[in-house]
Every structure is written in C-alpha cells, then in structure tokens.
C-alpha cells in the first residue's frame, strides 16, 4: 500500500514541482499582505503559509487544496489583537480555535456550511473586501499616521477607518501612489487573454510581476530620483533569520496567562466557525476544479486544519483556512497531487531562512496593491447585481450582511444576516408546503413534504377562498409530515363543508376524514 501511494506521487512529480513553484510565488505576496492587514507581525503570515504547506497539506485529504493566511479572516484578526491588547493573547486563542476545529472534525461536523445561507456567506465576502479596501487605500498611497512602519495606524470601527480614510488623501506619497498604480495595472493585465495565452508570461503570477516591480521602482529611484523614493518605514520589515536553525528563534510564544480571559474564548469560537466556513467553501470550490473529480472527505480537513491553527498559535502564526486563490493558481498550474502544496510550502521555508533581506526590499505599497485587488474580487459589483437578479430572498440578506458587519463587527453581522436569511427560508418553506389550484368550481389542495402547525394560518386562507358549490381534492400523498393542528383544521373543513354545499374528497392522508 505505501509502495503504491508513493509511486502515484512519484508519478505525477513533473505536474506538481513545476505547480508548487507557482503557488509559493503567488503565495508570498499574499502571506506578507494577508498580515498586514491583519495587524499582525509579518512574519506571522509566512508561518502560516509554510505550516499550510509543508504540514497541513500531508494531514488533508484535499489533493489540491492549499492552506495558508487568508483574507476572509484579516477583520476577525486586527479586531482580537486590539480587544485583547497584544498579539502573544491572539496566539492563545488561535491554538484553542485550532482545538476546537479539531474536535469539529472528530465529530462529524464538515456539514455545518450546508447550514449557512450562500447569500449570507457571500455577504460576509464582500463586506470583508470592502474592508480590505477602505484598511489598504492609506498603504497604496503611502500614508502612515505614526510613520511606525507597520500597522498600527489603523482603526477598528467604521467611522475611525473612514475619517483615516480621508485623512490618508491629505499626505500623498507620490512614490507609493506610482507603485500601487502600476502594480495593479499589471496584476489586471496579466488577467487579460492575451497574457494567459503566452505559455510563458501565463507560467508567471501577477502579483510576483508586481513585486518585482515595486522593488525595482525603488532600488532605481533610490539612486537616480531620491525624491521619489519610497522611504525605509513604507518597506517590509522582517527580522534577519540565519539559516533553517535560526527559523525557529523567531516563533512567538501564546500568552498562556489569559487562559481566563472570557474573550480569548468568544474569539477562538469566532476564528474556528468562521475559519471553518471558509475552509468548506474552499474545499467544494476546488473539488469541483479537480481535472480528476476527486471528491476530499470534509470532516478530516476539519482537523487538519485544526491541527494546522493549533500549531500556528504556538508557533507565532495567523489563523490559517484552505484559501481558494492559491487551491486554484495550483489546479491552473497543472498541479495533481499534495506535492504542489508541499513544495509551495518548503519554498516559503526556505525564502524565509535565507532572503529575508530581499523581502525588506518590498514597498508596503505592492502588497497593498495585491490585497486592493483580493477586496475588489471579493466585492466586485457583478457580485451585486448577480444577487439582485435573484430576488430580494437573496438581496436582502446579502445586502444586510454587508452593512451590519460593517457597522458592527464580522460575527455580529454574520448572525443578523443569518437571521435575516433564515426568515426568508422559513418564507419559502412555509408557502411551498400548501399548494391550491383551481379550474373552475375544482380545486386542488396539495400537502407538500413537511406540514407543520405555522402553516395552519396559511392552510385556513386556503379554504376560504373556495367557493360555494366548489369541489375540492385534499391530497397528502407528497407529504412526509402532517401535524396534529393541520389534521384538525382539515377535520373541521370537512365537517363545516356540508353546510356550505362543498364537495371534499381527501387522499392519502392518515388522520384527514
């Protein structure tokens, strides 16, 4: 069995080394930029990138799907680190979120996205890339309140990000308005046909053409145009590792004293739903992306994921998911195997233990430009005026979404639009159960799958809008439950219709006269 398991990744090494390059340099920029926004540490996001990757990867049952930092949970993240008010107490609730997902998994609970309307869970996208936008504009152009360098400028309510927003146009770098610029219209020509169909430019990601560009942008203007240079605090800022036996000096302890803190745990239940969620819809995406139609068991990337964050918390890193971007940059690349997502990670590994001085080189600006361009993916206006074709069952919640989680806070609007959601499930439901239709002085009543007392009011209607002399047929045989209260209600019906001079006949249904 082993022999046969390693000569089926054997076999398909010429497919996934050539992969995994791709998706180590799609995934850099995005493991850099997915902490910035997060207001963590930089070099958070590259742990959780090389655990997704050279440990995650092994323990899922996904062959596609790559793990890492993602961008769906940079609000729950930069929310935590300011509510408990440092990034060690984040660590702890990462490592007890990354228990829970696993005992999620132990339990058989891979099915808890079916439970959660689409409309909702795209609502929560797109309010999170509006949010990536409105946190990401300041570094695009190069404003810092407190020239710190990192992320500290940025404000966790609405109203804080806007008036930031604002204030950010005031104090324009016009070095990181040119980079931001021009790495975005890179990153959207590269998404153009022409790109994809040259074998050579399409084997390139995007978003490393950006980099690569914001680097050069500034190591020239740095000799020959000073004053359009990007100054030091706007770079990357990660702390030199020498080496592999270095790599592990720089890991983050979680602070072990909050263990008491009530909101280590309403964030760690918060990070392991929503990183759940996340994960699942990943995982049916990339499912349905599989060349092979490999079908990945759910409740097993349950815990491997759980494992995955249990680690990351103790290592120092961001919450990690399956991430769709890179599960889908690793199927274009011809990836067949969990060798890809293995390699994309050692990859990452090794950049980080011996370049860490190139990646200081990169402007804060490419990576904001990146993750301008995740947020607009995630909240583009097609996504708008799709949900609005499909009615306001589906507008509603979405639009309701969007807005409480960007009035409140991500779990908050989750639950109204959850609420929001169900209401109009429940809607559907209760007017599809009962059906009338008439020809004439005919009519037909159908009892359709369950039949509960809340349509009791509705079933009522029904019968008084039969008229005299009327004919009706009363038939269960579609339904799988009646209760009690519409058995009764028919059994009335029938008695008073005798007197109102109208025919019924009921048809399979136990209990009706």
Known sequence: MIR??????????????????????????LCLGIALASGAPLFSGLITGIVGGVIVSWASGSQLSVSGPAAGLTVIVLTAIETLGSFDKFLLAVTLAGLIQFALGVLRAGLIGAYFPTSVIKGMLSAIGIILIMKQLPHAIGYDAELEGDETYMPLDAEGTVLDLFRS??????????????????????ETAPFKRNRLLSL????????????????????????????????????????????????????????????????????????????LLSLEAVDKLDPLKRVAP???????????NFLCGLMGGLPMTAVIVRSAANVNAGGRTKVAAFVHGVLLLLSVSFLTWGLNLIPLATLAAVLLLTGYKLAKPALFVEMYRKGLNQLL??????????????????????????FFVIRANFHAAITLTRDGKNYLLRLQKDVSFLNKALLRRHFDSIDEGGNLIIDGSRARFVDQDILEAINDFVAASRDNGISVEVRNLAGGA
């Open 4 to 29: 046969k398991h390693v000569d089926y990744y054997v076999g398909h090494l010429k497919n996934d080394i050539p992969a995994g390059i791709v998706v180590f340099l799609v995934a850099l920029p």
């Open 169 to 190: 146009f005031g104090q324009i770098s016009v070095g990181a308005v040119i980079v931001s610029v021009v790495a975005i219209a890179i990153m959207l020509a590269w």
């Open 397 to 422: 919640p979405f639009v309701i979404t969007i807005a409480a989680i960007l009035i409140s806070d991500l779990l908050k609007g989750i639950a109204i639009g959850m609420v929001v959601g169900l």
């Open 298 to 308: 759910t409740n097993r990337e349950l815990c491997a994921q759980g494992f995955g």
């Open 204 to 279: 390139v990601p995007g978003p490393l053409v950006a980099v690569v560009w914001g680097i050069a942008y500034n190591l020239i203007t740095a000799r020959y145009f000073p004053g359009l240079q990007i100054v030091h605090e706007h770079l990357v800022q990660l702390s030199e590792v020498a080496g592999l036996a270095d790599f592990i000096n720089h890991f983050t302890p979680p602070d072990f004293s909050a263990i008491w803190n009530p909101d280590v745990y309403v964030i760690a239940v918060t990070l392991a739903i929503v990183a759940s969620l996340e994960t």
